[in-house]
């Protein structure tokens, strides 16, 4: 029998009516399902004649995620409140691959209330079993029914201890203020130092989204070597982000970064960023054209920071257009920059520069991709306080310097295909020419944004390798290379490529003797890639030395394995100072795995090691099990640095999270 009431549907063997009383008696087999999807299970039900009130025996019920709330019996007391007799709740299955037919674990209450309007489940008399187990008894517990996605309350807790903080626990609470709009606050108990009070608030409109978190203790001080000293200091950090649409056309935002002190961050596990980034901006976006001005604030955290030495940008605006109609079969694309530099001890910086692209594209009868392309920038630059800064050549104080930058040139390239089977072999010689003056670098223009230059595979085929305005590539080179890539079937790629650069002149003034590109010829740079399926890929960077073949630059990413099974290795070797902001030697070793144990499960490990100093830096590893109830983590970390008052330590971290209960 099918009866269907207002969006609620009862099914039964038998089902007998009572026309003077308006009441069903339902039998056998009895389902009840209401529109949202929660199913009711019974061996016989009373109820009215719209379905909404009645006496249930041996009811069961089934929400979202396969939870469970069954019962000896129930009264259902309108079409939302429903209150069950000697209950039962749990979302673990009942029967296990071994036949266990105990949850891993449940709640038993004498006395179960269903409200479905206030989307909660409450208990009265509950004892929480794990196993079959009790072991908690509480008179009084509640918690919002599976069908809820937010709602206040508490959430994981994460409980530990560590070597340097002592044993401590994490208890977040939820506030689920409203639909758009919540917040979280998270007090850290110590017992070797102050308790941590953090908290979070984000906010979501139709046009905007943002976000503020922060946290704040007052702990015992120390000096530098992180031993304590007289008295307490008060300790905090304040983050703050945002995104706003003003129009389709134009976006503002924000990001702000601020902490009282460089170690705070790192000694309380609440960040490991080096520096702080503040940046606010606004910004058009019109099709391919596009302006912006931001302004930025930088706080350096470690110990070698110098503050007067950090810039504040105010502002830095940009703006790229491009022409509707085309110039001389190419496209031309207008670009400008204005930026003024400010340091409290330092070199100032004021800079507006204009630049003006042409590329034009075609494709040979016999398959040659051939680009032609010319560049013409002007930049006028008026620095102050010249002395001391590294990066110029000049006894002047300050300086108003014009320059003019036009460059020509072409790209070339051949792809020749083969085809055997399913197997596409592609070998593509590439080929640039550019032509620049030469100089274009005058010894009082400082540089701010291409110290971070290296030569590599991604640069190669630049006309301009530096990253920024500051630095110029003039003069005349040739940059060739040849890239090899075989496809197959499936999404697959392998491929080498391998160039090098040649110039007319030498300009070790521009290009630092340990960059590759001082002499005229340059270092060899390449990559190779092999990724035949999902399951591996294998990246490899290098430099290798045009002269003597050593490696200058060595860097390797293997990815291996299923997600369950897999295997992550990471490797970095710099051969001295290979980039211009003078990174020195290193060499580094990084591994990551996870492994599934067996059923629900898994082992994860990492570490990171220095090669130069031998000496590890980091390393985890976590066990974790997890099945459709329960997840549960416990990590044992070792971090092996020193800074400051953070000292080596080694932390134990143990999460259990009940789903469906938080």
């Given amino acids: 029998v099918e009866v269907t009431y207002g969006g609620r549907t009862l099914l039964a063997d038998n089902l007998t009516y009572n026309e003077k009383t308006g009441r069903i008696q339902a039998d056998g087999h009895v389902s009840i399902t209401e529109a949202s999807g929660e199913t009711m299970y019974a061996q016989s039900v009373e109820l009215d004649g719209d379905l909404s009130e009645g006496v249930i025996q041996a009811m069961s019920a089934l929400f979202a995620e396969h939870t469970r709330l069954a019962a000896n019996s129930a009264v259902r007391q309108n079409e939302n409140v429903t209150e069950l007799d ?27 209330t269903h409200d479905r309007g206030k989307k909660s489940v409450s208990y009265r008399h509950a004892f929480f079993e794990l196993g079959g187990v009790p072991i908690f008894y509480t008179p009084y517990f509640s918690h919002a029914d599976p069908t809820v996605k937010r ?23 939820y506030f689920a203020l409203a639909q758009n709009y919540d917040a979280t606050f998270t007090p850290l108990f110590l017992a070797n130092e102050a308790s941590v009070l953090k908290g979070e608030f984000r906010l979501r409109t139709k046009r905007g989204q ?8 007052n702990a015992k001080r120390r000096d530098s070597l992180g031993q304590r000293t007289f008295g307490k200091e008060y300790r905090n950090h304040l983050f703050a982000e945002g995104a706003y649409k003003i129009s389709d056309v134009w976006n503002w935002g ?79 694309e207008a670009r400008g920059n204005s930026l003024i530099l400010q340091r409290t001890e330092g070199t100032d910086v004021r800079r507006l520069s204009f630049s003006t692209n042409w590329n034009r594209s075609l494709v040979s009868r016999g398959g040659q991709l051939i680009n032609f392309f010319g560049h013409l920038r002007s930049d006028l630059y008026h ?42 072999q592609v070998i593509e010689p590439i080929a640039q020419v550019a032509i620049s003056p030469e100089g274009g670098n005058p010894g009082t223009i400082p540089n701010e944004d291409s110290l971070g230059f290296e ?19 003039g003069g005349t080179r040739i940059n060739v290379g040849v890239k090899f890539s075989v496809f197959g079937r499936g999404p697959g790629e392998n491929s080498i490529l391998i160039g090098q650069s040649f110039k007319l002149k030498e300009n ?54 299923t997600t369950d099974y897999n295997f992550n290795l990471g490797y970095l070797q710099l051969d001295e100072s290979v980039t211009a902001s003078g990174l020195g030697k290193r060499e580094e070793l990084y591994a990551r795995t996870r492994l599934k144990v067996r059923h629900n499960w898994s082992f994860i490990a990492e570490g990171r090691r220095d090669l130069v100093d031998d000496e590890m830096i980091r390393a985890s590893g976590t066990f974790r099990y997890e099945d459709e109830c329960t997840a549960f983590d416990i990590s044992l970390r070792r971090r092996f640095t020193r800074d400051r008052d ?11 999270r009940l789903k469906t209960l938080g």
């Fill in 455 to 473: 030569f590599d595979d991604t640069n190669l085929f630049q006309a301009n390798k530096f990253p920024g305005i500051d630095r110029w590539e």
């Fill in 646 to 656: 953070i000292e080596p330590s080694t932390s134990l971290f143990f999460t259990v």
């Fill in 508 to 561: 070790k003034k521009v290009f630092g003797p340990t960059s590759g590109l001082s002499d005229t010829q340059s270092d060899f740079v390449g990559r190779i890639l092999l990724s035949p399926n999902e399951y591996f890929q294998l990246t490899h960077r290098f430099r290798v030395d045009h002269d003597g073949f050593s490696v200058r630059r060595n860097e390797v990413d293997l990815f291996a394995g």
């Fill in 254 to 332: 924000f990001n702000l970064q601020t902490v009282s002190d460089d170690t705070y961050l790192k000694r309380y596990d609440i960040s490991n960023v080096d520096e702080l980034e503040s940046k606010v901006f606004i910004e058009a976006i019109d099709g391919r054209n596009y302006a912006n001005i931001e302004a930025y604030h930088f706080r350096g955290l470690r110990q070698t920071d110098d503050p007067g030495q950090t810039p504040i940008i105010f502002p830095n605006a940009d703006f790229r257009y491009y022409t509707s109609e085309p110039l001389f079969g190419g496209v031309v």
């Fill in 383 to 424: 620095a102050n306080d010249l002395q001391g800064d590294p990066t110029v050549n000049t006894t002047k104080k300050d300086d108003f310097v014009a320059r003019v930058l036009p460059t020509i040139g072409v790209d070339w390239r051949f792809p020749l295909v083969r085809q055997r089977g399913t197997v596409l």
């Fill in 86 to 112: 000697h209950a039962v709740y749990s979302p673990c299955k009942v029967c296990s691959e071994n036949g266990d037919k105990t949850p891993l674990w449940q709640i038993k209450a004498l006395r179960v």
């Fill in 151 to 173: 709602k206040s309350g508490f959430l994981v807790p994460r409980i530990g201890n560590s070597s340097d903080l002592g044993n401590f626990v994490e208890i977040p609470y």
């Fill in 210 to 217: 943002f976000k503020i978190d922060g946290s704040g203790t």
